[in-house]
Nanobody, 123 residues
């Protein structure tokens, strides 16, 4: 199992930026990493994913061009840089880890989850 701890959430005005961080520990070798989010009364949804090397990334259409996922394997940390934030980006953001790319880019079935960090974007 992989343990994940997120940080960096907060309150920001529309158009602003935030950077989320997620530190991983445990069996992290060759894990794909990703971010999901869940808004009130909505299902948890995929946001972004990154391969072990960082060479491959995948984004939800709703965040393409605004969010950037990256990782520093030396620090066991994955980041989500969020720019041009919109009120509809308001949600709890969860870090995720999985050994399967097909899972980390959809529902993270069988993977690990962090506890989440709140992001609130005011209009």
């Amino acid at each position: 199992q992989v343990q994940l701890v997120e940080s960096g959430g907060g309150l920001v005005q529309a158009g602003g930026s935030l950077r989320l961080s997620c530190v991983a520990s445990g069996r992290t070798a060759r894990s794909y990493m990703g971010w999901f989010r869940q808004a009130p009364a909505k299902e948890r949804e995929f946001v972004a994913a990154i391969s072990w090397s960082g060479a491959n990334t995948n984004y939800a259409d709703s965040v393409k061009g605004r969010f950037t996922i990256s990782r520093d394997n030396a620090k066991n940390t994955v980041y989500l840089q969020m720019n041009s934030l919109k009120p509809e980006d308001t949600a709890v953001y969860f870090c995720a880890a999985n050994t399967r790319w097909s899972a980390i880019t959809t529902s993270n079935d069988g993977g690990s989850w962090g506890r989440g960090t709140q992001v609130t974007v005011s209009s």
